[in-house]
């Protein structure tokens, strides 16, 4: 990740984290200037990357489609995790999917244990939020990209 890839995330995270948690949505206008922007640093300092940057997004979009059909992620959801993967490179951005997923069952075993309601819905792109801050903390400490699936 670029020092001006890593300021997008971050802007690009806090601002859909509070966008869903105040209006239960995550703007178009978030997601498609940030994937734009992803790109254009993608290619520009790592353009090698591409094509498994693209796959990563296919796959992702691949096995959550159904999520989405069945209700169970957000369209926004969707587009907020497949803005993040030229930002963060193919290994990060897989590793820091699992780690939302993850979180995100923590927070809602948290809330069904705290308030035994089941219509409690988390809003997703908090734990996306705090599994881009941990990736990119995780970086800081020397750590390198996880290599989950090689392309």
Known sequence: MTEGGRAVLVLFVTASAASDLRR?????????????????????NTPNEVPPV??????????????WKAGG??????????????LMGPGWFLFGTVLSF??????????????????????FAVPIGISVMLCLLLEQFGIQSPSLVTF
Do not use: C, E, Q, W
């Open 54 to 67: 693209l796959g990563v997004m296919a796959a992702t979009l691949f096995f959550l489609f159904p999520f």
């Open 24 to 44: 239960g949505r995550i703007y178009n206008f978030l997601t498609f200037p940030t994937l734009a922007a992803g790109f254009l640093l993608l290619v520009l």
């Open 102 to 123: 993850l979180i995100g069952a923590g927070i809602s075993a948290f809330l069904l244990i705290r308030y035994r309601d089941l219509s409690r819905t988390v809003h």
């Open 73 to 86: 992620l957000g369209a926004g959801d969707i587009k907020l995790l497949m803005a993040l993967a030229p």
